[in-house]
């Protein structure tokens, strides 16, 4: 059997940066009702998630829900640690687009706050996509998400959720 990598001086292995999210939790979504295009206008809703370890540590799963105006979403997200290149992908599927998972997110942590991106297709553009992860505490933490459509010179946050620890 294959082992992971020694770590170099200087690099850490980062297979435990999400443990901090296993468990049960209650979200306050902030969401812009339209994206690239210059909205401001927010829809705020509820939701939960239940998030478990998987692969013997080496990723996580999460089911969410999300209760907005617009009628009940669930969705299914997948992180998955490579120890050859100590980064995370995340994976990301949700009822109002079933059968599709979302190009993956790509990044790591430095510290308490991790970094993750992509190149996409939204609403026919070529655009770029960041996760930013920040832990708080060990009951708090906050997912933001935010694009770009001129090569990461500027971003547009969209999407914010407050994670509280229920339990």
Known sequence: MKQPPTNE????????????LIGSWKIRH??????LKGCIEWEEFEGTSE????????????ELTMNRASGRV???????YNPATREWS?????????????????????????????QEVFE???????FVWTVNSPNACRWEQAFSADG?????????M????QG
Do not use: C
Request: net charge positive; aromatic share 12%.
């Open 9 to 20: 001086p200087g690099e850490r292995d980062g297979r435990k940066d999400f443990d901090f």
């Open 30 to 35: 902030r969401r812009l009702k339209e994206r």
């Open 51 to 62: 998030v478990r370890s998987i692969l013997d540590g080496l990723g996580n799963m999460d």
């Open 74 to 80: 669930q969705a299914v997200t997948v992180r998955l």
């Open 90 to 118: 995340i994976y990301w599927v949700a009822s109002s687009s079933p059968g599709t998972l979302d190009v993956p997110m790509v990044g790591k942590f430095d510290g308490s706050r991790g970094k993750f991106f992509s």
């Open 124 to 130: 026919g553009r070529h655009i770029f996509n960041r």
């Open 152 to 160: 990461g010179k500027t971003w547009e946050t969209n999407w914010t």
């Open 162 to 165: 407050e994670f509280i620890r």
